[in-house]
């Protein structure tokens, strides 16, 4: 838990208003509230949490006949996220062991005692958040959904923001790495979410999303129509993305073969001891640097 005055350093130094792109000023409203002092826009506090969505977030549902009938669009995708899901917690044991066995194996290809911050973009119920600080000192969260930050466990801390991944509020180069667990195919257009975790990295982003090719993942998208995005992220797919991001590639694997919020204990156990890497794993992800001259 930070201090008033540790937080109050921390928001000087790296957040930006989202209406005129100056950075925030901490006044005496902190920690009930902001206040930006070029264009006098507040941005409340709840119980840790700072909200700089209200009346920010832009409207690009996609209105296509198809993406009314059989798709999604970012319309649905809040809608879907607002309403409270059976969403298992950071504690539950197969969540943890999910999450400890992804972290524990992109340790040995990433250079985490170079990382000193980082912000988890699309946090959801927080535990991509929570367990990411065993390996990061400083970790904020961000989300565009205050039901799932309602159940964040670091919503205390103050360094939790509900706002649009289409326009972070940070400066530019805050943060050593920038990372999203299976965020990206929850928005109609990605590469302006990427552009943002471009501009507040000052060097790695990690992108991981679910594996179409993993027969499970494929069928769920077809099922769940708030999940048909899925199908954008083969790897080829997603290495292109990058790449027209001007990023270098650093890793790009495939694996894993639990599920977080379905998978029963007694089968994790199990699918723990398979060999994590595969072409068929659930998840999809890469590793990638900003270039030189960004």
């Known amino acids: 838990m930070h201090s008033s005055q540790e937080m109050t350093a921390k928001i000087e130094k790296c957040l930006q208003c989202p209406t005129c792109l100056e950075p925030i000023q901490a006044t ?21 949490v700072i909200d700089f969505k209200e009346g920010h977030e832009k409207e690009k549902d996609a209105n296509s006949l198809i993406q009314r009938v059989i798709g999604t669009n ?14 298992r917690n950071y504690a539950h044991p197969v969540v943890e062991k999910f999450a400890l066995q992804r972290l524990s194996y992109l340790a040995k290809l990433f250079p985490f005692e170079k990382i000193k911050s980082a912000l988890d ?50 400066n530019d180069k805050t943060f050593d790495l920038v990372y999203g667990w299976e965020a990206l195919h929850h928005i109609s257009n990605p590469r302006e979410v990427l552009l943002e975790m471009i501009r507040v990295s000052k060097r790695y982003l990690l992108i991981i999303e679910p594996n179409p090719v993993n027969i499970a993942q494929f069928l769920f998208a077809i ?13 080829s797919k997603m290495r292109l993305m990058l790449r027209n991001c ?6 790009v694997k495939s694996g894993g073969w639990i599920f977080p919020n379905k998978t029963p204990l007694w089968l994790s156990s199990f699918l723990q001891k398979i060999p994590y ?18």
Not at 74 to 87: A, E, F, S, V
Not at 223 to 235: A, I, K, P, Q, T
Not at 246 to 251: E, M, P, Q
């Open 28 to 48: 005496p409203l902190f920690p009930t509230g902001l206040h930006c002092n070029v264009c006098q826009k507040k941005f409340p506090v709840v119980d840790g």
């Open 74 to 87: 970012d319309g649905r995708q809040r809608d879907y996220w607002q309403n409270d899901g059976c969403y």
């Open 121 to 170: 973009v699309g946090c959801g119920n927080g535990f991509s958040t929570y367990y990411m600080k065993k390996y990061v000192q400083e970790v904020w969260g961000l989300d565009s959904s205050s039901a799932m930050l309602s159940h964040h466990p670091l919503r205390g801390e103050g360094m939790l923001l509900i706002a649009d991944a289409r326009s972070i509020p940070f």
């Open 223 to 235: 099922v769940d129509r708030e999940h048909r995005w899925v199908f954008r992220y083969r790897l």
């Open 246 to 251: 001007n990023l270098k590639i650093l890793a």
């Open 277 to 294: 890497e595969s072409s068929f794993g659930i998840s999809n992800w890469i590793l990638a640097e900003k270039s030189e001259n960004e």
